[in-house]
């Protein structure tokens, strides 16, 4: 799936929702979720009822389905889309669903694919660059002649876009919703691998290999609450002149938070990004620690990536002492692969602020966020040419 750069806040901001309902429903039982909030799954013997919900929580309901092998829905009156599980012809309207497939040893039921050019899974772009997955454009001008042809069993898909996916329902393609972006927690969104566990027949895979995450998770976040440094962070982003960031209530916070950070927004709630005026961003900036970004730069990101050169910031404290990092989407999945990796996540801002600053600086083994280095005077640029000291 392809964003503007300075939207992944969008995604990073996720929004408020109450704890799903526990549906009476005859002799289905509800599976347990620790963290997912966005959807739900029921059973009954080899048959799956899945919920998934949207923006408004569990009072908005996006999609329901009825799962079951053959796919024909066995109850009288039955209204959810069916569902022949597992699902072994999938077409990805978002590329961000790659990695929760391929973790669960799903990638070869992949046949076609938004973004092909987006795509980071090495073993699919081979597939892709062989004709045996198809690039089906963007989503903006999707190839829909090359998707109902396909015929997969299911195109898994964002919930927003409603006139596009009811000509596909109409061709009579199953359209199955996936808001893992609306997770506030960031093991929330990683237990959605379970949810593609689920549609796979994967499920046992998928339930041991989110115990893994979040084990790896938590001891990460355990390291971080002994860390000598608990600093100030601000998180933020430009679009069009105007600044915004994300609540004290999304992924992003809870990141920080949990990686020894205080972040500078954390009393501020909403169900979005939040903007701020100028005044407010310089007052803001003046009491922080340290200042990050999510960018999308080709090459290396530099600390003018996040100023814009504006001489406003050039009297504040965080830009003097070069306090900091970022995460660039160019080159890091930071809206795939690393929904599987929290704890290399946590690893990483730990590293950008926390006590592992101390240990060894520039290290270069931190594949999502990194403090910034000094810009060359060169180009092009090489890290080894830079002064450890």
């Not at 739900?40 to 009072?59: D, S």
């Not at 892709?128 to 190839?143: F, M, N, P």
């Not at 679009?239 to 949990?258: C, E, F, H, K, T």
Request: proline content about 7%; some cysteine; charged content about 20%.
């Amino acid at each position: 799936m392809k964003w503007p750069w300075a939207l992944p806040l969008v995604l990073l901001a996720g929004c408020t929702a109450p704890s799903p309902p526990k549906t009476p429903v005859d002799d289905w039982r509800a599976r347990t979720f620790t963290y997912a909030r966005s959807f739900e799954v029921f059973t009954r013997g080899a048959e799956r009822r899945i919920i998934v919900h949207g923006h408004g929580g569990a009072a908005d309901t996006v999609g329901m389905y009825h799962a079951v092998p053959g796919g024909r829905c066995t109850e009288p009156g039955c209204r959810a889309a069916h569902l022949d599980i597992p699902l072994r012809r999938l077409a990805l309207l978002s590329s961000t669903h790659v990695p929760f497939l391929a973790a669960v040893g799903a990638r070869d039921a992949v046949v076609a694919v938004t973004f092909p050019d987006e795509v980071r899974d090495s073993v699919l772009r081979a597939a892709i660059a062989e004709g045996r997955v198809k690039g089906l454009g963007s989503t903006e001008a999707l190839d829909r002649e090359t998707l109902i042809a396909l015929r997969p069993d299911a195109v898994l898909t964002y919930p927003f876009g409603a006139q596009q996916q009811a000509t596909l329902k109409e061709n009579g393609l199953p359209v199955v919703q996936v808001s893992e972006y609306l997770e506030e927690h960031p093991l929330g969104r990683a237990e959605w691998v379970r949810f593609f566990g689920s549609l796979t027949g994967r499920e046992r895979e998928a339930d041991s290999l989110f115990a893994a995450i979040e084990q790896r998770y938590l001891a990460q976040a355990a390291l971080a609450e002994r860390d000598t440094v608990h600093p100030v962070v601000f998180f933020g982003s430009q679009w069009n002149g105007q600044w915004s960031v994300p609540p004290g209530n999304s992924y992003m916070a809870r990141l920080i938070a949990d990686a020894g950070g205080r972040y500078a927004f954390a009393h501020r709630t909403a169900s979005g990004n939040i903007d701020i005026d100028m005044e407010t961003l310089l007052a803001t900036l003046d009491t922080v620690d340290n200042w990050g970004m999510i960018a999308a730069v080709d090459g290396h990101v530099f600390p003018r990536h996040l100023t814009n050169n504006d001489p406003r910031f050039n009297k504040l404290d965080v830009v003097r002492r070069f306090h900091f990092f970022a995460g660039n989407t160019r080159t890091a999945d930071l809206f795939g692969q690393a929904l599987l990796e929290p704890d290399q996540v946590l690893r990483d801002l730990r590293y950008c602020f926390g006590d592992a600053y101390l240990w060894r600086a520039w290290e270069v083994d931190h594949p999502y966020f990194a403090p910034l280095r000094p810009e060359p005077v060169t180009l092009p640029y090489r890290p080894e040419e830079v002064p450890l000291n």
